[in-house]
């Protein structure tokens, strides 16, 4: 049975690189179940919103994004949850929401200190590779990695290889600025123990390691786990709460 919440609880769902919300699907449903209410915004430039691709789109305006899908819908005891590269920009909206967010969850996901960017956390053969190409020509944002990359396989992969697409390059670049707000007391990072990506997130485990107010808690899934794990995440955030 499904464990009940308050129903004045929503999760916003933001998502990583070359994702949109659509990768929630499988989550979604899950939580309501339990009562809550459930949004899951899409970054611009991505996802059905990948039209509106271009190289001014940058860190501020996916913080932006999640600002205003907030305030917009009116939210309230929001539980923020980021994903991947979401974790940088719900980390950065949080700071700006003190009223509206009461927790956040890093969801295997990058955690910024002021003035870092994804690129340092990445390592520099990652910032050399696509700060070049990005350098050479003026029309180049990151391009989709396979799902294979996220650990997926089989149809699960398939489903995640044909709606994944390129990703803001300026995103990576621009450093992270808080808000006046400061972290919500509440916070927690999900690590991902089967998780494919772990190395590029060893800064931000640092970071969440150094600070005292964070609540790690391990589970056993790989990177997009709420692909191909969706009961185990939804479990999983609904014991967060």
């Not at 449903?29 to 190289?55: D, F, K, M, Q, Y």
């Not at 700060?131 to 699960?156: Q, R």
């Not at 990506?197 to 589970?219: C, K, Q, Y």
Request: glycine residues 8%; charged residues 15%.
């Amino acid at each position: 049975m499904a464990r009940e919440v308050s129903p004045e609880a929503t999760f916003v769902l933001v998502h990583g690189a070359w994702h949109g919300g659509w990768c929630w699907s499988r989550v979604r449903p899950l939580l309501e179940a339990s009562g809550a209410r459930v949004t899951t915004p899409t970054l611009t430039g991505l996802g059905e919103r990948r039209h509106l691709i271009r190289r001014e789109i940058n860190l501020k305006t996916h913080v932006a994004d999640i600002v205003q899908h907030i305030e917009n819908e009116q939210l309230t005891n929001v539980v923020l949850v980021g994903h991947s590269y979401g974790g940088f920009p719900v980390t950065l909206a949080a700071t700006q929401l003190p009223g509206r967010v009461s927790q956040l969850v890093l969801l295997d996901a990058f955690f910024p200190h002021e003035g870092e960017t994804i690129l340092l956390h990445a390592g520099p053969e990652i910032a050399n590779d696509y700060n070049a190409k990005a350098a050479a020509t003026l029309d180049w944002n990151i391009p989709v990695l396979p799902a294979s990359v996220f650990g997926l396989v089989g149809e699960d992969a398939a489903w995640v290889d044909s709606r994944l697409t390129p990703h803001p390059i300026a995103t990576y670049t621009q450093a992270a600025a808080y808000g006046g707000g400061g972290l919500p007391a509440n916070r927690s990072f999900v690590l991902c123990k089967q998780s494919s990506v772990g190395a590029v997130l060893a800064t931000s485990l640092d970071h969440v390691r150094a600070d005292p107010d964070f609540n790690l808690v391990e589970i056993e899934a790989g990177h997009d786990v709420m692909v191909d794990n969706p009961q185990l995440l939804a479990d999983t955030l609904l014991a967060l709460l």
